[in-house]
Structures are given as structure tokens and as C-alpha cells.
Nanobody
Framework: QVQLVESGGGLVQTGGSLRLSCAAS????????MGWYRQTPGKERELVAD????????NYADSVKGRFTISRPEDENMMYLQMNSLKPEDTAVYYC????????????????WGHGTQVTVSP
């Protein structure tokens, strides 16, 4: 099992910056992918960015490329999302996500979600 807790959300003006943090606990050694998703009312949850392993390959939504940076330091059970040049359309609840695989029996894949942190960007 993996537990995820987000923090760092808040209210910021257009052009400002925030850094989101995700603390992972439990069977963190079994995690092979982590990412950030966001969701606004009336829209489906969408991928913002993800990273495969520490110092791994990163992927970003087109809408945040050049503005957001995802990171997962080698010796920390943490994941970060540095958000710069924020826009009102970035307003959403941001969720930490992890994928893990457990090599028990035939193997078992699991997905985990945090409860989200609110980011509000005022115009």
C-alpha cells in the first residue's frame, strides 16, 4: 500500500508561482511512476505531468510546458511540481498520483491517489 498527501496549494495572482509537494509513504520502493493531475468543475481529471522513477523521463501537458517542472529527488519519498507564470486557467484541484507493481504471485498493479490540494489563480 502507498499513501499520498499533497500540500502547497493556495491562492496566487496571475504570473505568480507555487510549489506543490506530494509526500509518499508505505511501499514506496514499488512505485515506478508518479504524476500530477488536476480537475476543475465540469471537466475530467487531466494529466499535468508525470515522471518515471527518480531522475526519470518526464512528460508534460501542452498547456503547462515551459511553465511547470516536475521533480522527484533520489533520496526522498517526495514529488514536487514547481508552477511558474500561473494563469487563471491553471485553477483546479491538483492530485498526486502513483503507480506501483507488487511482485507477489502473478503480480499486482495498483494506482494511488491523494486527496488533492486547491490551486486558485486570480486574474
Amino acid at each position: 500500500q502507498v499513501q499520498l498527501v499533497e500540500s502547497g496549494g493556495g491562492l496566487v495572482q496571475t504570473g505568480g508561482s507555487l510549489r506543490l509537494s506530494c509526500a509518499a509513504s508505505g511501499s514506496t520502493s514499488d512505485i515506478y511512476n508518479m504524476g500530477w493531475y488536476r480537475q476543475t468543475p465540469g471537466k475530467e481529471r487531466e494529466l499535468v505531468a508525470d515522471i518515471f522513477g527518480t531522475r526519470g523521463v518526464t512528460n508534460y501537458a501542452d498547456s503547462v510546458k515551459g511553465r511547470f517542472t516536475i521533480s522527484r529527488p533520489e533520496d526522498e519519498n517526495m514529488m514536487y511540481l514547481q508552477m511558474n507564470s500561473l494563469k487563471p486557467e491553471d485553477t483546479a484541484v491538483y492530485y498526486c498520483h502513483a503507480e506501483a507493481f507488487y511482485a507477489r504471485g502473478l503480480g499486482h498493479q495498483e494506482e494511488y491517489w491523494g486527496h488533492g490540494t486547491q490551486v486558485t489563480v486570480s486574474p
